[in-house]
C-alpha cells in the first residue's frame, strides 16, 4: 500500500536552471528522483531510501516538498554525477540526500514513465493538469462582477469627499494666512531729479543783513553824549 510519500511533485528553480522532482514508492522501497529541464541531454538523478530508514520522518518530508524547501547541493551543471538535496536547508534541522546519476538510456526511459504515471494519476481528475473552473464559480462569475463594479463606484465617491475635504481645509487655511503685501501709493518720482532735492521744488534765498561792531560802538556814544550835560 503506497504511504503519503508517493506522488509527490516540486518544481526547484535555482539560479538559471529548472528541475523537476518526483517522490515514489514501490516494493523496493522510496525513491527521489530530480530531472534537469531544457538541459541538451536528459539529465536525472536519483536517491533510493527504505521505508523503514524515513518512516518517523515521513511529516516533515512532506512538508518540505510541498512547500518548495527545497536545495540541491553541488549544482555546477548537467556534467555532475553526484548531487545533494537538502530539504530545509535553512532551518536548525536540514535533511539531506544524495543523489546519483542515471545514465542517459535510463534517463530517457524515466522520463517516458514519469510522464506516462502522471497521464494515469491526471485520468482521474478529467485528464487535465489544469481543471476547468467549476460550474458553480462560473454562474457566480456575474455577481464576481457586480461586486467589483460595487467597489469601483465606493471608490470613486470615497475619492470625491476627499478632494471636497482637501478643499475645505485650503478654504480653512486661508483665513490664517498672512495679509497680501499692498503696493505703495507713493508717485513713482522721475529719474531726471536730483537725490537733493527729490521733490523739485524751487529754492529760494533770502539775503540777510548783519550790522558790524564798529556801528554798534558809535550809536552806543552818541546816545550816552546826548544825554550827559557838558
Given amino acids: ?24 514508492e514501490d516494493l523496493i522501497g522510496w525513491t527521489l528522483d530530480l530531472g534537469l529541464v531544457g538541459s541538451a541531454r ?19 518530508i512532506i512538508s518540505g516538498i510541498a512547500g518548495g ?4 547541493k553541488g549544482w555546477k551543471g548537467d556534467e555532475i554525477e553526484e548531487l545533494e538535496l537538502a530539504i530545509y536547508p535553512a532551518s536548525d534541522n536540514p535533511l539531506s540526500f544524495s543523489l546519483n546519476a542515471y545514465t542517459t538510456g535510463e534517463s530517457e526511459k ?3 514513465e514519469i510522464l506516462f504515471e502522471i ?6 481528475h478529467g485528464s487535465r493538469f489544469i481543471p476547468l473552473t467549476s460550474t458553480k464559480n462560473m454562474d457566480n462569475s456575474s455577481d464576481t ?6 467597489e469601483i463606484t465606493q471608490l470613486r465617491t470615497d475619492l470625491a469627499k476627499s478632494q471636497e475635504k482637501v478643499g475645505t481645509t485650503q478654504a480653512a487655511l486661508a483665513r490664517f494666512a498672512p495679509p497680501k503685501r499692498v503696493a505703495s501709493s507713493l508717485p513713482k518720482l ?3 531729479l536730483s537725490k537733493g532735492n527729490p521733490l523739485g521744488k524751487k529754492r529760494t534765498i533770502e539775503q540777510m543783513e548783519f550790522e558790524s561792531d564798529s556801528e554798534d560802538e558809535r550809536k552806543d556814544q552818541g546816545s550816552s553824549s546826548s544825554g550827559l550835560p557838558k
Avoid: C, T
Fill in 42 to 60: 536528459r539529465k536525472w538523478w536519483r536517491s533510493v531510501k527504505q521505508l523503514d530508514e524515513v518512516k518517523e520522518l515521513i511529516d516533515y
Fill in 110 to 112: 524515466l522520463a517516458e
Fill in 69 to 72: 524547501q527545497l536545495y540541491i
Fill in 119 to 124: 497521464g494515469s494519476q491526471l485520468r482521474h
Fill in 190 to 192: 522721475p529719474k531726471n
Fill in 145 to 150: 462582477e457586480k461586486d467589483a463594479s460595487e
Fill in 1 to 24: 500500500m503506497p504511504s503519503s510519500l508517493h506522488g509527490l511533485i516540486q518544481v526547484i528553480y535555482q539560479g538559471d536552471s529548472r528541475f523537476i522532482l518526483v517522490s515514489r
